[in-house]
């Protein structure tokens, strides 16, 4: 392995966070706090704590508050840099532009700014990351994937045996994307930097190939996406 040890992470900042206004006319959505934290900073801490050093975070929505905030990242013992995006390029147009600052040597993480997972074990995804190097067929992504929410009951892709796909089978169950995942830089080989693209397009292509694997994630997760959802966070004891 080069420098980028044990592997870089993308951090997504740039949405607009329309369903969270007014909280978001003047914040970005990944700013926003619980527990006096923001959803940002939850995510860099247990980076740090877990040993993943080199951070990449794209913004658009004000984001120069992003990074008047945090900074270069060494408040908490990390190397931050950051993908501005003029106009919202959607997350594999975004991961894609970010790719350059990235500069993954194979495997990457990929992190949603607006999700709240608390005691998220990246620790276990540096352990999976070895496995899928040293695996015979090296999946192009392995996603993370949690029980449907109230909000999303119909789930997003099926899980068995490890192995995800968009089409139902016997014995598979059928989850909710933590917006949580492990990708291949060659995932993203044949998009154009600074086109807009959508990450699930290219998700069912190579389900379609069985190049992608994940895991059932059973601890605290939260999609943060309505000012109430906020409001309820900061109340729990959670």
């Not at 194979?106 to 990246?122: T, W």
């Not at 190939?209 to 059973?218: F, P, Q, R, T, W």
């Amino acid at each position: 392995m080069s420098n980028q040890m044990p592997f870089p992470c993308l951090l997504l900042a740039a949405g607009r966070g329309e369903r969270m206004r007014p909280l978001t006319d003047d914040l970005p959505k990944p700013l926003l706090t619980i527990k006096d934290k923001s959803l940002l900073q939850w995510h860099l801490e247990a980076l740090s704590h877990s040993g993943v050093k080199n951070i990449v975070i794209n913004h658009a929505w004000l984001g120069q508050k992003i990074e008047d905030i945090l900074g270069d990242g060494s408040q908490f013992d990390l190397q931050i840099q950051y993908s501005p995006e003029v106009s919202a390029l959607e997350t594999a147009g975004g991961i894609c532009k970010a790719m350059p600052i990235l500069n993954p040597d194979d495997y990457f993480l990929v992190i949603n700014g607006d999700v709240f997972c608390p005691i998220f074990p990246v620790k276990h995804l540096i352990a999976v990351v070895a496995k899928l190097r040293n695996s015979q067929n090296r999946p192009l992504a392995h996603l993370v994937m949690v029980p449907n929410p109230v909000q999303h009951p119909d789930g997003d892709f099926y899980l068995k045996h490890a192995q995800i796909s968009e089409i139902e089978s016997p014995g598979a169950e059928k989850l909710t994307f933590s917006g949580i995942g492990i990708y291949h830089r060659d995932l993203f080989q044949d998009l154009e930097a600074g086109t807009p693209a959508k990450l699930a397009p290219l998700l069912r292509t190579a389900m379609k190939d069985n190049a992608v694997s994940g895991e059932k994630y059973l601890g605290p997760w939260h999609d943060v996406g309505t000012p109430q959802r906020l409001q309820e966070l900061n109340a729990s004891d959670e």
